[in-house]
């Protein structure tokens, strides 16, 4: 019975029951913490949205463009330039493939 | 008043809708060595979202009307609101002026008013502890 229950790996051994034991401790963990929260805070409402002296805010996300923001606002000629040839069509994106790749071939095989 | 004792400290935002900076000053000085309210935990913070108690001053003009109101929707309960002045109270010298839609408790709730241009901050402490009883009413009632 154990044995069928036990994967060996070479690095340990993988059972299900263990598995389950944990996610259940886990669950049984992320409830207590969950159960630790304040009951009158209310759902859908202002209480959600973060604080900003008052203002009303729209789309308080942090998008993952704001962590490169500088960079691309330094690069802003050459990567202007990128983005107008991305046409999104993968016709076009095609064709840049089979000249780069006509260029490395040119440059591998006639150096 | 049957304030049994502080169980926690007491956490308060100060909003200005409008005020002359008279009260706020006054609220300045109640933090200030002289009477020290941090002793007793009770301190300022940056975010509604932490306060249990909202200080607020001035008349409430137009502008801050919709800010004010969001203000308090984004105060946790159980939550007071301590009108701190005489514009917040009534409007004060402001009344029927065409730039306001206050006094405060027009706007928001209110618990408890301090009235006074401005008003000492003994006043203001005692303001601020009749909060502190009717959040414990509340929190009884949680």
Redesign the interface.
Known sequence: MEETLKIFTGQGYWSPLIWAAGALGTLILAFLIWSQGRREHKRDTEQELPFLSGERVDDPRVDASHLYWGLAEALKPFLGRLKSWHSGIINDYAGWFMVILAVVLLLVLGG | MGLSAFKRALWVFH?STGSCNGCDIEILAALTPRYDVERFGIRLVG???HADVLLVTGAVTRM?A???K??Y??T???KAVVVVGGCGSTSGVFYESYNLVGPVDRIIPVDVYVPGCPPRPEAIIDGVVKAVAKLEKLGAK?
Do not use: A, N, S, Y
Request: proline residues 19%.
């Open positions: 909003v975010t509604p979202r801050m919709e800010r004010l969001r203000i929707e984004q946790p309960d159980p949680v």
